[in-house]
Each structure stands twice: as structure tokens, then as C-alpha cells.
């Protein structure tokens, strides 16, 4: 028999997600139903306490803990008015995360994600990619899609990031990412290797691969240098 938490979950999982279509073709998005629960749970501690509690009380606060997390971002707007720091926000953006950042489930991430790392050639770095995209507090508050950091593999210190901003509008010319990484709406068919998908172009994929990337090589170094 499928309990009250599982068919809650169930009809959450209906739900559909935030995000561009655009978005989740290119570098995945949020699970929106964890991350809010997450970010639930990190702005309101108090509310979230679990210490102490049965068994069924425990369910039940779990439950009322998820519903009421739901309802304070049906809006993904509403984010504006709980606005957390840059670093606060990439924290949760890491807790929900649902892939490998070391290995991005979609083609443009994951070869964007080997060019990148092919830069940083050695045994003594960790490269990382996280996808914000999908109404997380890093993408509406902060503007920041997706991004990159690189840590040292012996002491786990993040060194450098450099964040992104994933955009089809031609006259987005400000951004408050490191690199604005604009990709031609007619363009777009071209990075899709979807089965049937004839316009796919795997030449165009490669150049914007490499371009992109160098411009987010050069933003990490130079995060480098200034965080030093």
C-alpha cells in the first residue's frame, strides 16, 4: 500500500520542473522538488528540527516540512525576497545536485566539462561542473546558470570557479556570471544529437566547445589571481 509521504512524493514528481527547455537540453536542471526542500530547511533551521521527535511525528513533520517548503517557493520569483550570498547559494546548488560533476549526463556539459579540464592537465586538480538552472537561488537572484570550480585533489580546497550564464537573446550583453555563453536560437538544433535529429552538427558542436571553453579557462585564471 502506498503511504501518505510516498503518494505526496509521487505528485510532486508530476510537477513540472522550472527551467527553459533550452536549458535541460544544454546542461541539465535543479530537481525543483529537492532543491526547495533544501533551501527550505537551509533558511529556516528552526522549522526543520527533527531532534527528539517518534516515529510517526517524526513522518509527520518530515511531511509538513516538505509541504510547506512547496508552497514558500510556488513562485520561483519568491526568491528574490529570501536573497542568500553567491557562496551560500552554490552550497545549495551542491547539496541537490542529482548527476556526476565529473562527468555532466548532457553532450554540450560534458564536452564543455573535457575541454575544460584538458586545460588543467595533472594529477593535482579535481574539476568540477554544477548545473543551477531551474529557478535555484544562484539562477534568479544571482543570474548564474551553471559553473565550474577547481579544487586542489591532495587538500580538497576549492583554488578557483568561474561562473556561467547560458543565454539565446543576442542583445543580453550584461551578465553578472564570468562568461555569457550565447548560443543562437537557429543554432541550437545543431547541438542536439537527439536520434533523428538531422541538423545535428558535430563540427559546430567542437567549435563552440573549444571557444567557450577557453573563455571559461581564462575567467578561472583570472579568478586565480585575484582570490591570491
Known amino acids: 500500500m ?35 526542500e ?5 533558511l529556516y533551521p528552526e522549522k526543520c528540527k527533527l531532534d527528539n521527535l517518534e516515529n510517526d511525528q517524526r513522518f509527520e513533520k518530515i511531511l509538513q ?66 548545473s543551477a538552472a531551474g529557478g535555484t537561488h544562484l539562477d534568479v537572484s544571482h543570474g548564474i546558470d551553471c559553473y565550474f570550480k577547481l579544487y586542489d585533489k591532495n587538500t580538497g580546497k576549492e583554488l578557483t570557479r568561474a561562473t556561467i550564464d547560458l543565454t539565446q537573446h543576442p542583445k543580453n550583453d550584461w551578465t553578472k556570471s564570468d562568461v555569457l555563453l550565447y548560443i543562437a536560437k537557429e543554432d541550437s538544433e545543431k547541438l542536439d544529437n537527439s536520434r533523428g535529429n538531422k541538423n545535428f552538427d558535430a563540427k559546430f558542436l567542437d567549435e563552440i566547445v573549444e571557444k567557450e571553453a577557453e573563455k571559461i579557462t581564462n575567467a578561472m585564471i583570472e579568478n586565480f589571481k585575484q582570490k591570491n
Open 2 to 36: 502506498i503511504n501518505k509521504l510516498e503518494r505526496y512524493e509521487m505528485a510532486q514528481n508530476k510537477a513540472v520542473e522550472n527551467g527553459t527547455v533550452f536549458e535541460e537540453e544544454m546542461i541539465e536542471i535543479t530537481n525543483g522538488r529537492h532543491y526547495k
Open 38 to 42: 533544501e533551501a527550505y530547511a537551509k
Open 65 to 130: 516540512i516538505r509541504e510547506e517548503a512547496q508552497a514558500e517557493f510556488r513562485d520561483t520569483m519568491d526568491f528574490n525576497k529570501k536573497r542568500i550570498s553567491v557562496d551560500q547559494a552554490m552550497n545549495l546548488v551542491e547539496k541537490c545536485q542529482t548527476g556526476n560533476p565529473e562527468n555532466p549526463s548532457k553532450l554540450f556539459a560534458n564536452k564543455l566539462y573535457q575541454a575544460v579540464k584538458n586545460r588543467f592537465v595533472s594529477d593535482k586538480y579535481i574539476l568540477k561542473f554544477f
